[in-house]
């Protein structure tokens, strides 16, 4: 037995789960790992979270009860270890939106609009404390990856670039960071939002990745959600949704569409060298298969007036991934 397992073993025989049969469930892009334990017709879900690779689950379990508190469905915290890196967590079951629409695409419209009323409902919630708030200098820095991991193993290293693009970038994200604040997932998209049509209100949609949450603008979990690194989300659906947002909570539709759309553009910069860094540094290449609908999502973006001072920097800054291109982010 592994010093892991091991580890694992002492964790569970605390629990009531000791007895559990467990069942291995997918990772996910960190070095978390998960299983499904099965107790007679009971489960739980055991996360792995080894802090020797740069994990915590503190902030996970501090997200997780803020949000059970106020009634949102995310996982209630079942047992902890938070100096081993094992959490044991209500299993909010496998009927992830992105299978459900999969099985039956009429229901979109609905699980979407599903979505959009939990990121409704966050609005009048209080924020848990101690979260990092992002001003418009790191969300700018956040943006370094994209130049570091994409660019430069493909057309080298331009500093001059990097720095003109801070420069002409940081003035737009100065917009977004006097707004109203909202608690913001990052990760809030359809592969992580559990469908429970069985539960009523904000608590039929269950949440899954919010251990990197932070107090942001509200636009940011949207674009999350409807510019999806891992489904093709319609521009229809897009603006229905967008719409939707904007009359269910009366706020200035020209202000949020702006910080919507640059922040569209911010997050999938971002998203593109996150996912070159995957395959180069960590052995992932398959997240090089959705940098070209990134790509496209940032085309789209750098179309609206309210990217027009970077536009035209961003579209030289940043290649275009081809398959040949991708061949160079191959680990």
């Known amino acids: ?84 890196g094992f959490l044991l967590l209500e299993d909010l079951g496998d009927t992830r939106f992105k299978e459900v629409i999969e099985n039956d695409e009429a229901k979109e419209l609905h699980l979407y609009t599903a979505a959009t009323e939990v990121l409704i409902a966050l609005r009048n919630t209080p924020l848990p404390a101690g979260l990092a708030t992002y001003d418009a200098h790191h969300l700018t820095q956040m943006c370094d990856l994209a130049f570091t991991h994409y660019r430069t193993p493909i057309w080298g290293s331009d500093p001059a670039l990097w720095q003109l693009f801070t420069e002409t970038f940081q003035p737009l994200m100065e917009h977004i960071t006097v707004a109203p604040k909202v608690l913001a997932q990052r990760d809030f998209h359809a592969e992580n939002l559990i469908w429970l049509p069985e539960r009523s209100g904000k608590a039929n949609v269950g949440l899954l990745d919010f251990q990197d949450a932070f107090v942001g603008h509200a636009a940011y979990d949207l674009v999350s959600l409807l510019q999806d690194a891992r489904r093709d989300v319609s521009p229809t659906l897009e603006r229905q949704m967008i719409t939707h947002y904007i009359a269910q909570t009366g706020i200035e539709a020209q202000s949020f569409e702006t910080a919507y759309w640059r922040l569209g553009v911010q997050r999938n910069i971002r998203i593109m060298g996150v996912f070159a860094r995957l395959s180069q540094q960590y052995n992932k290449p398959k997240y090089l298969q959705f940098i070209p609908r990134v790509w496209r999502y940032i085309c789209r973006g750098l179309d609206q007036p309210a990217l027009h001072p970077i536009a035209d920097i961003l579209r030289v800054a940043l290649p275009e991934p081809t398959p040949e291109t991708l061949e160079k982010l191959q680990p």
């Open 1 to 84: 037995m592994t010093d892991r397992n091991h580890l694992k073993r002492s964790f569970l025989e605390t629990t009531p789960w000791r007895e559990a049969i467990p069942s291995y469930l997918a990772g996910d892009a960190s070095n978390r790992s998960y299983e499904r334990l099965q107790l007679g017709a009971t489960t739980a879900v055991l996360m792995d979270a080894p802090p020797k690779h740069g994990e915590d689950i503190r902030p996970f379990v501090k997200i997780a009860q803020h949000l059970v508190k106020h009634g949102f469905s995310a996982p209630r915290i079942l047992a902890e270890d938070p100096d081993n």
